[in-house]
């Protein structure tokens, strides 16, 4: 198999062209805007991606989760919270059933 493209290899490029020109990345820009922008960015991609899923169109659905990825990631990197964090959080909750884990949060 080749080379698997992660998510922290999007993270990586993504702290790479936070460090661009805003005249020459889109991610810059996005940055640039504010938390705020960024966070309203991801809901649109959000919104985007649950429509194509619902459309059973699968070249549209793989587009939208992708630019759903990428903006979540902008998002961590606005708010300044690093991929492994996040990551670290979803293998703490693995590490027991979804049920148990959802019932032992605070209501």
């Known amino acids: 198999m080749g080379f698997m493209f992660a998510l922290e290899d999007l993270s990586r490029l993504i702290d ?5 020109s805003a005249a020459t990345s889109y991610t810059r820009t996005l940055l640039d805007k504010g938390l705020a922008h960024c ?7 959000a919104f985007e991606t649950a ?3 619902v459309a059973q169109d699968d070249s549209a659905f793989r587009a939208e989760a992708a630019d759903l990825l990428y ?3 902008v998002l961590l990197r606005a708010r300044g ?3 492994a964090d996040v990551l670290g959080e979803l293998e703490r909750r693995t590490r027991r059933s979804g ?4 019932a ?3 209501a």
């Open 81 to 83: 919270v690093p991929l």
């Open 51 to 53: 429509i194509a899923a």
């Open 104 to 106: 032992s949060r605070p």
């Open 39 to 45: 966070a309203k960015k991801f809901g649109e991609e």
């Open 16 to 20: 790479e062209r936070a460090q661009a």
């Open 99 to 102: 049920l148990e884990e959802k």
């Open 71 to 73: 903006h979540l990631l």
